[in-house]
């Protein structure tokens, strides 16, 4: 189902690289972003979240909660954040639930593999409400990040 501005986004409960659960539902009060990347260790992901990690004082000025999330398993990645320096969580969807539920995942990707999460930004804002939706066929384009911090900085 495509998510719209102006949707409800979907709850989901997903694990950190710290084994710890976060839930979209308990983030409300502050904005939060959400940046799907199909695959850690793979280079467009990594500059793109690199971009975000050297960024991330606009994003805390903005009082948001950004996520990075993929289907890679929680201890790949781990091994990615602390190879990058990234200085935001980032989430496992390794049973594929909140990609499909943010229509954000490939039927195939490179090489034949399947259920990949597409490349994708959501801004939530501090209700829940989708503030701003971009999902990406190609997996070498990036999200627009200004168009980003645009709309986080009219909530």
Do not use: W
């Amino acid at each position: 189902m495509k998510i719209n501005i102006g949707d409800l986004a979907p709850d989901f409960s997903l694990y950190n690289t710290e084994k710890e659960l976060v839930q979209l539902s308990q983030l409300k009060g502050s904005p939060v972003v959400l940046l799907f990347f199909p695959l850690a260790f793979t280079s467009t992901c990594t500059a793109e979240l690199c971009a975000v990690r050297d960024d991330i004082a606009n994003y805390q000025q903005l009082n948001a909660k950004v996520f990075g999330i993929s289907v890679d398993s929680i201890f790949s990645l781990k091994k990615f954040q602390e190879e990058q320096h990234l200085n935001f969580p980032l989430l496992s969807d390794f049973n594929k639930t909140t990609s499909t539920d943010y229509d954000s995942l490939y039927d195939s990707f490179v090489l034949d593999m399947k259920g990949v999460s597409k490349r994708s930004a959501f801004v939530i804002d501090a209700e829940g409400v989708v503030s701003y939706a971009e999902v990406l066929e190609k997996a070498s384009d990036i999200p627009d990040l200004k168009a980003i911090q645009s709309v986080l900085s009219t909530l």
